[in-house]
């Protein structure tokens, strides 16, 4: 084997992710997004999809 960290990563797949860091700064805890606040996503969202349904009602 050539390299053994690249393939530990590379045999690993997304179930055995738990926790991810970049930069040092840690993105992923337990499974769960550390850095995007959930409801303001969620909210965020249901208005743009309001924005589609409108948009696709004129066009029919």
Known sequence: MHDVHSAI????GRGDV???W???VRVVE????????E???AG??????EQV????????
Do not use: I, K, N
């Open 39 to 41: 409801a303001e996503a």
């Open 18 to 20: 738990t926790d991810v």
């Open 22 to 24: 970049s930069r040092g």
């Open 53 to 60: 349904r409108l948009a696709a009602e004129r066009c029919t």
């Open 30 to 37: 337990d499974r769960t997004h550390c850095r995007v606040d």
């Open 44 to 49: 965020s969202l249901a208005a743009l999809g």
């Open 9 to 12: 990563v590379y045999a690993a």
